[in-house]
């Protein structure tokens, strides 16, 4: 199963990135591969896998925000139905001097204050929380990258091994260059250093939208806070 999943997740990787990335090593060439190298191997296969199911759990998760977003865009608009319905009965009873109940409404008016903004500030960070769910989703997609990278890094540099072992001597082209039949491994290496680099430019845009989830929840509970 969970063979067939990593199967799933690394073709999906190729297909996504077929224009930059190094072609899958061929199992062929990796008949040698040592007991110490299998095990770094199925290491990396592991938290691709953990990746992955993580990622799943956030999107899962996302759905349930979505859906608490929609709620309270709906509280809001009742709150400020509200509001407009006491503004006009305030006129009402200013209009027939009704004291006793002006200041009731008055009371029921400041309800309305509080609840209305507490709610805009709740959404305020509901969107904030979804942002940064969001950006952190893409993180996980990248660090699923890197790991997919590095563990096609790690399978070429045994396969290289494996083809200078049986082909012989590296033999250049007619115009002095590589041998274009063997694993090109500083191939797989750049490509994958450049997953890092993505990976860590998205870690810092996740930071900033961490901040700005961090002040959101802030003057949410210093409001909220304010009435008890």
């Known amino acids: 199963m969970k063979k067939s999943l990593l199967l799933i997740l690394v073709s999906a990787f190729f297909i996504g990135c077929f ?14 591969t040592t007991a110490d190298e299998q095990k770094k191997l199925s290491a990396i296969e592991q938290e691709i896998i953990k990746i992955n199911q993580e990622n799943s759990r956030l999107k899962e998760s996302l759905k349930i925000l979505n859906q608490k977003i929609l709620v309270n865009e709906k509280d809001i608009a009742r709150l400020e139905k ?25 009371e ?23 942002n940064c769910d969001e950006v952190n989703s893409e993180l996980l997609n990248t660090r699923l990258n890197v790991k997919i990278a590095e563990l096609n890094f790690e399978k070429a540099k045994i396969g290289r091994a494996y083809q200078d072992k049986t082909l012989g001597p590296v033999v250049a082209d007619a115009k002095g260059g590589k041998d274009k039949n ?43 806070s304010s009435a008890e």
Do not use: C, G, H, W
């Not at 509200?82 to 008055?106: C, D, G, H, I, P």
């Not at 063997?182 to 430019?201: F, V």
């Open 19 to 32: 224009a930059t990335m190094p072609p899958p090593v061929k199992e062929m060439y990796l008949k040698d």
């Open 82 to 106: 509200e509001k407009s319905y006491f503004a006009e009965k305030e006129k009402l009873l200013t209009l027939s001097n009704e004291t006793e109940k002006l200041v009731k409404l008055n």
């Open 108 to 130: 029921e008016k400041k309800k309305n204050d509080f609840d209305l903004q507490l709610e805009k500030l709740n959404l305020d960070f509901l969107k904030a929380k979804k």
């Open 182 to 224: 063997r694993i090109d491994i500083e191939q797989y290496e750049k490509y994958y250093k450049d997953q890092q680099a993505k990976l860590e430019q998205k870690q810092k845009e996740l930071k900033r939208y961490e901040d700005v989830l961090k002040q959101a929840e802030e003057k949410y509970k210093s409001f909220k």
